[in-house]
């Protein structure tokens, strides 16, 4: 238990028979659960969960009958952790690459300031990461955090594919698990249905780790770019529909749209008058043509950069409005104690 809440932590693992061990034997004494999900391993990751669970009654066993992705194993430790009453759930890998020992970082913002889904980030504050972390993960990881921002709405966020994250129980509940994605990948996803669902999200510095001679990391660069980036486009539009169709219309819908259709013709048909300039002699090229071609450009890079503009100052406003609720929540339960 921590500042008298009751804790789980949750563990993805598939393939992890080495790393496993020292991953649960450096659980610190605050979690009152472990939930372990064996993501059908076919290693002896099981076993080895089974034997130190006979030594440490928290650890609870969790297995698939199917390959199901990262994200499921996590899904369904957040479910049964909710369903045996803990108030926050926090998720680490089963690599021992996360600092379990800085789990209050994540657990603070929850408890004192209203946040309901805590995420680790490895660049704060000039975090070791800038170090450590190899040159191909840190562009790809800004790159995707930078994606991630756009399809969120929620411009705070950084180091978006960091799985060290806690959640509190109100953000387990309001979240529609069923349509969240299973894959690799899930990390974004997950930051960008909280995030649709109304709720308040908040990064936390924390410490990379990266042994020497452990393959750590089953992500591939370029695939894994290549997997998500529809993910989290197909994300997006389904946060646009919902919030600003749905919930209550906003033109920055028709600025995206419009914007997105400018620049898709904008740069088809800067691809076409290249081409035919460098391989057929350019007679397709004309003065009207490119002059078209860059107003498409132009027109369609301002409707998208307005769209985010607006999405922007709608995140401000919403961030102001969770302040003002979590002041004046606090307000009231001063007021409640208040002896007579």
Same mark, same amino acid.
């Given at each position: 238990?921590?500042?008298?809440?009751?804790?789980?932590?949750?563990?993805?693992?598939?393939?992890?028979?080495?790393?496993?061990?020292?991953?649960?034997?450096?659980?610190?004494?605050?979690?009152?659960?472990?939930?372990?999900?064996?993501?059908?391993?076919?290693?002896?990751?099981?076993?080895?969960?089974?034997?130190?669970?006979?030594?440490?009654?928290?650890?609870?066993?969790?297995?698939?009958?199917?390959?199901?992705?990262?994200?499921?194993?996590?899904? =369904?430790?957040?479910?049964?952790?909710?369903? $045996?009453?803990?108030?926050? #759930? !926090?998720?680490?890998? %089963?690599?021992? &690459?996360?600092?379990?020992?800085?789990?209050?970082?994540?657990?603070?913002?929850?408890?004192?300031?209203?946040?309901?889904?805590?995420?680790?980030?490895?660049?704060?504050?000039?975090?070791?990461?800038?170090?450590?972390?190899?040159?191909?993960?840190?562009?790809?990881?800004?790159?995707?955090?930078?994606?991630?921002?756009?399809?969120?709405?929620?411009?705070?966020?950084?180091?978006?594919?960091?799985?060290?994250?806690?959640?509190?129980?109100?953000?387990?509940?309001?979240?529609?698990?069923?349509?969240?994605?299973?894959?690799?990948?899930?990390?974004?996803?997950?930051?960008?249905?909280? =995030?649709?669902?109304?709720?308040?999200?908040? $990064?936390?510095?924390?410490? #990379? !780790?990266?042994?020497? %001679?452990?393959? &750590?990391?089953?992500?591939?660069?370029?695939?894994?770019?290549?997997?998500?980036?529809?993910?989290?486009?197909?994300?997006?539009?389904?946060?646009?529909?919902?919030?600003?169709?749905?919930?209550?219309?906003?033109?920055?819908?028709?600025?995206?749209?419009?914007?997105?259709?400018?620049?898709?013709?904008?740069?088809?048909?800067?691809?076409?008058?290249?081409?035919?300039?460098?391989?057929?002699?350019?007679?397709?090229?004309?003065?009207?043509?490119?002059?078209?071609?860059?107003?498409?450009?132009?027109?369609?890079?301002?409707?998208?950069?307005?769209?985010?503009?607006?999405?922007?100052?709608?995140?401000?406003?919403?961030?102001?409005?969770?302040?003002?609720?979590?002041?004046?929540?606090?307000?009231?339960?001063?007021?409640?104690?208040?002896?007579?």
């Amino acid at each position: 238990m921590y500042r008298d809440q009751k804790i789980s932590l949750v563990i993805p693992a598939y393939n992890e028979e080495k790393l496993i061990r020292p991953t649960l034997e450096g659980v610190p004494e605050f979690f009152d659960k472990v939930y372990v999900v064996d993501d059908a391993s076919p290693d002896r990751q099981a076993e080895v969960v089974r034997e130190l669970a006979e030594k440490d009654p928290r650890i609870e066993l969790i297995q698939h009958e199917r390959n199901m992705g990262p994200g499921q194993g996590i899904i =369904s430790g957040y479910l049964k952790s909710y369903e $045996d009453g803990y108030d926050i #759930a !926090i998720v680490c890998g %089963g690599d021992a &690459q996360m600092p379990l020992d800085e789990s209050s970082i994540l657990m603070d913002p929850i408890i004192d300031e209203g946040v309901d889904y805590c995420k680790g980030n490895r660049f704060m504050n000039q975090g070791n990461a800038f170090d450590i972390m190899p040159a191909t993960r840190f562009w790809g990881n800004t790159l995707l955090s930078l994606m991630t921002k756009v399809a969120s709405g929620n411009y705070d966020v950084f180091d978006v594919v960091d799985g060290f994250v806690a959640i509190s129980r109100r953000g387990i509940e309001r979240v529609d698990w069923s349509k969240a994605w299973k894959g690799y990948g899930y990390p974004m996803d997950f930051v960008i249905r909280v =995030s649709a669902a109304g709720l308040v999200i908040k $990064d936390a510095p924390r410490t #990379a !780790i990266y042994t020497p %001679g452990e393959r &750590q990391s089953q992500i591939k660069g370029f695939r894994y770019m290549m997997r998500v980036t529809p993910m989290i486009f197909k994300a997006f539009l389904e946060r646009m529909t919902l919030r600003y169709v749905f919930a209550d219309f906003h033109p920055l819908v028709l600025l995206y749209a419009l914007g997105g259709i400018c620049t898709a013709f904008g740069g088809l048909s800067a691809i076409v008058l290249g081409f035919d300039k460098i391989f057929l002699g350019g007679e397709a090229v004309t003065g009207p043509r490119s002059i078209l071609t860059a107003l498409l450009l132009i027109s369609g890079s301002i409707g998208i950069i307005g769209a985010m503009a607006m999405d922007i100052q709608n995140f401000q406003h919403q961030k102001l409005m969770q302040k003002m609720d979590l002041l004046l929540g606090k307000g009231s339960k001063k007021i409640l104690k208040r002896p007579q």
